[in-house]
C-alpha cells in the first residue's frame, strides 16, 4: 500500500515528501523496525519515539509519522496525535479487522479474565468460533499465545485481530484495561458489546483520583456506537453491573442499549438463592429470555456476577439460556483464580490473582465460608505500581484471615522489604498483634511456613499472582510459580 493512500484516513494529517513509496509493514518500536517499514514516532511515558527515527531510518524505515517535523532524508506524515493516528492506520493497514468479527469487550476493576473465559466457552460451544485475547493468553483456532499485557497496544490488537479474523474466527472477546483505554489502545476496534464488571481501587499510580480512573473507564461506553441501527449486527450494547453505583454513570456516557445484571429486582439478568460450598457456587436467574438453575464450579459470589455478565452477553448473541447453563457448568475454572492445589493433604491451599483491596476481601469472604479450620494468607503488593493500596490491602487480610504472612509479590524496581513495610503500616493501624502477621520478604518461604502452619480443615491462601510464571525482582525475570512452589512444600510436609 502507498503511504498517501494508507494514510488518506488522516484527513488532517500532512504529508511532507513522496507519498507513493510503498509501505511493507508498521512499527512503533525502533529495535524491530524491518526494511520498508513506516515507523510512527510515539511521544511515551518514558522515552519519546521520536529520537528513535533515526535509529529506524538506519533499520530501513521507508516513511516516519511524527507530531513535530524533524530533520530526515525520509518522507514524514505530520499528525496531531500520533497515538491515534497509530490506531487509524493499524485499523487501515489490516483491512479493518474488528469490523469483520463481533468483538465484545470487558473492562472493570476486577472478573476480566474470568468473564471473558466465560464468553469464550459459551461462544465457542453453540458453534460460534470465538477468540480470546487477555491477561493471561490470546487464543483463537487452537492455537494460543501468551501476552505480555492485558490489553495490546493498538498497532498489535490490530495485527492480532486480522490474524483471527483470517483464520475464520467470528466473535472475539477481550479484556480492555484501563491502561488501553487512557491510552486509545482500543481506537480503531469496533465493539459491539463492551461489558463492565466493577469498579474499585486499583492503579492510582497511573489514573491518580477514582474520578480519572472512572473515566478512563468510562471512555468505552462513550466510544460505543448506535443502538439502533438498521441491522441487528450493527448493534451496540452495554452490559453493566446494575449493583455497582459507576453503572448509572456509563450508562448516561452511552449511545448504545444498556442492559444490567445484578442481584436487584430491576436487573435486566438478575440472580438469586445463591448458595456456596466449596466445589462451586450455585443461583438462581432470571433474565430477558427465560429462567434457570446452575451450578458452576467456581466458588464466590463474585463468580455468580461473572456469571451474570457472561450469560447477558451470550443472550444477546442468541444462544439459548439452557445452552448458556450448560456451557458455565462444564467450566472447571479460571487458571490462578480461586485454583486449589491438591496433593491429597488435609488442608486446603488455593493460589488466587487477587491483587487489588476488593478483590483480596472478596476472595478472603469466599474463603472464610467454607474454611473450616483457620484461615493463612501468603500475600505482598507489585512494586512501580500503586502504592497506597499496600496498607488497605493489608487491614484487608489482617480482618479475615488467622495469621498474615506478608509477602513479596512482583517488587520490580522498587526495595521489597520498603514494599512489605507499606503492607505493615495498615497492619499496624489495624491494631494487629505481631504474633498474628509474619513479614517474610522470600515469597517461597513465606509459602513454605504458612503450609507447614496449617492443620487439617485449614486453608492457605496464597493470592496476588495467580496464573503468574514468573516473579520480576530488580529487573529480572525469575521463574515462580505459586502452583508448583505449594505443591513442592506440601510434599515436602508429608
Ligand atoms: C504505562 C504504560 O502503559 N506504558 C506502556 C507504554 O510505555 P511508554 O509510554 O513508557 O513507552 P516508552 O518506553 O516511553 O517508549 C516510547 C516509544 O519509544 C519507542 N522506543 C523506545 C525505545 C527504543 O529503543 N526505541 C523505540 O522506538 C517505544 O517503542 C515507544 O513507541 O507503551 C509501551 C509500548 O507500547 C508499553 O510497553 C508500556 O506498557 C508498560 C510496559 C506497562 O507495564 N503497562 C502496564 C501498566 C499496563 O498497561 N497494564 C494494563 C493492565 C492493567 C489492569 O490490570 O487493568 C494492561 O493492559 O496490561
Ligand atoms: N467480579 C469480581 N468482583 C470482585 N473480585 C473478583 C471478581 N472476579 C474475580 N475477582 C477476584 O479478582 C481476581 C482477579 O480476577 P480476574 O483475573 O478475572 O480479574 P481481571 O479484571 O482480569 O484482573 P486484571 O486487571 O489483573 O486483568 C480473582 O482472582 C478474584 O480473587
Ligand atoms: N494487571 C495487574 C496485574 C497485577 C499483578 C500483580 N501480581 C502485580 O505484579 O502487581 C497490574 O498490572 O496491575
Ligand atoms: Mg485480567
Do not use: W
Not at 120 to 149: A, C, V, W
Not at 268 to 280: E, L, M
Not at 321 to 338: F, M, Q, T, Y
Amino acid at each position: 500500500m502507498k503511504l498517501m493512500q494508507l494514510t488518506s484516513v488522516l484527513t488532517a494529517a500532512v504529508i511532507d515528501g513522496d507519498g507513493d513509496v510503498e509501505i511493507g509493514g508498521i512499527e512503533t518500536d525502533s529495535r524491530g523496525v524491518k526494511p520498508g517499514d513506516l515507523f510512527i514516532c510515539l511521544p511515551g511515558h518514558t522515552q519519546d519515539g521520536h529520537q528513535f527515527a533515526a535509529q529506524a531510518a538506519e533499520k530501513g524505515a521507508v516513511a516516519l509519522v511524527v507530531e513535530r517535523k524533524l530533520v530526515t532524508k525520509l518522507p514524514q506524515v505530520i499528525v496531531k496525535d500520533s497515538r491515534f493516528a497509530m490506531a487509524a492506520l493499524a485499523s487501515t493497514f489490516f483491512n479493518q479487522p474488528s469490523e469483520r468479527m463481533k468483538m465484545i469487550g470487558v473492562t472493570g476493576t476486577n472478573g476480566k479474565t474470568t468473564t471473558t473465559y466465560l464468553i469464550e466457552k459459551i461462544l465457542n460451544d453453540h458453534g460460534l468460533k470465538t477468540g480470546l485475547i487477555g491477561t493471561i493468553q490470546m487464543k483463537y483456532d487452537g492455537q494460543s499465545f501468551p501476552m505480555p499485557r492485558t490489553t495490546p497496544e493498538a498497532l498489535e490488537l490490530q495485527r492480532y485481530l486480522n490474524d483471527m479474523a483470517n483464520a475464520g474466527t467470528e466473535c472475539c472477546v477481550m479484556e480492555v484495561s484501563s491502561h488501553a483505554l487512557e491510552q486509545g489502545r482500543v481506537k480503531g476496534t469496533d465493539f459491539r458489546t463492551a461489558i463492565f464488571t466493577n469498579l474499585s481501587q486499583d492503579h492510582l499510580d497511573y489514573h491518580h483520583t477514582m474520578e480519572e480512573y472512572r473515566g478512563a473507564k468510562g471512555l468505552f461506553f462513550s466510544r460505543l456506537g448506535n443502538a439502533f441501527a438498521k441491522d441487528e449486527r450493527s448493534r451496540k450494547y452495554a452490559v453493566l453491573n446494575a449493583d455497582d453505583d459507576a453503572a448509572a454513570y456509563f450508562a448516561k456516557q452511552t449511545a448504545a442499549e444498556v442492559i444490567t445484571y445484578g442481584l436487584g429486582d430491576d436487573a435486566d439478568v438478575r440472580a438469586s438463592n445463591i448458595s456456596i460450598t466449596a466445589q462451586g457456587t450455585s443461583f438462581h436467574v432470571d433474565t430477558f429470555r427465560g429462567q434457570a438453575d446452575i451450578s458452576i464450579r467456581m466458588v464466590g459470589k463474585f463468580n455468580v456476577y461473572n456469571a451474570m455478565a457472561a450469560i447477558a452477553a451470550a443472550l444477546l448473541e442468541g444462544v439459548p439460556l439452557e445452552d448458556i447453563k450448560n456451557s458455565l457448568e462444564s467450566v472447571p475454572g479460571v487458571a490462578g483464580r480461586v485454583e486449589a492445589v491438591n496433593e491429597g493433604q488435609p488442608y486446603a491451599v488455593i493460589v488466587d490473582y487477587a491483587h487489588t483491596p476488593d478483590g483480596l476481601e472478596n476472595v478472603l469472604r469466599t474463603v472464610n465460608e467454607f474454611a473450616a479450620g483457620r484461615v493463612f494468607t501468603v500475600f505482598g503488593c507489585g512494586g512501580d505500581r500503586d502504592r497506597t493500596k499496600r496498607p488497605i490491602m493489608g487491614k484487608i487480610a489482617a480482618n479475615y484471615s488467622d495469621v498474615v504472612f506478608v509477602t513479596s509479590d512482583n517488587p520490580r524496581t522498587e526495595d521489597p522489604e520498603l514494599i512489605l513495610k507499606d503492607i505493615e503500616a495498615g497492619l499496624i493501624e489495624e491494631g494487629v498483634p505481631a504474633e498474628s502477621y509474619k513479614l517474610i520478604v522470600d515469597r517461597r518461604k513465606a509459602i513454605e511456613k504458612a503450609i507447614e502452619m496449617a492443620s487439617p480443615g485449614d486453608v492457605v491462601l496464597i493470592a496476588g499472582k495467580g496464573h503468574e510464571t514468573y516473579q520480576l525482582i530488580a529487573g529480572e525475570v525469575l521463574d515462580f510459580d505459586d502452583r508448583i512452589v505449594a505443591k513442592d512444600a506440601i510434599r515436602g510436609r508429608q
